[in-house]
């Protein structure tokens, strides 16, 4: 199940212990990022804050702060996401075993309708790493 909103995939984070909710204002210039970086360093939860000064606006942040916090949001798409990331990395695969290519070729075209339509304003994060090398689902030590 991928998520329909940015709101499904907070909740679901929250439900799961995975975020926590700051109702007291903050200040959107120093303060939001002093806070983030103390709990990123920490490795804690992902952060909602609901009362950003001078914003009608919430902000989130630390969603993706760890790998396992990663792995949990993209739980059902993984395997699939990770395809279109070595496909990336390497097209050729893809000609070279055509029939095992087919499911991430379907997963990306449904992303590229998800990104040309205009009715959605939170990209689901599939669409995101399938064009992006910034996350790697692989520790290395």
Partial sequence: MAYASLEQCLIDLEKNGQLIRIKETVDPYLE??????R???SKGPALLFENVKGSNYRAAS???GTIE??????????KTVERLIQLKNDPISAFKNPLNSLSAAFAATKSAVVILSPQRYFLPCLSLLATSDMIEFNESS
């Fill in 32 to 37: 939001m990022a002093a806070i983030h970086l």
């Fill in 62 to 64: 630390n969603i993706f």
């Fill in 69 to 78: 916090r990663s792995r949990f949001i993209f739980r059902h798409q993984l």
């Fill in 39 to 41: 709990v990123y360093q």
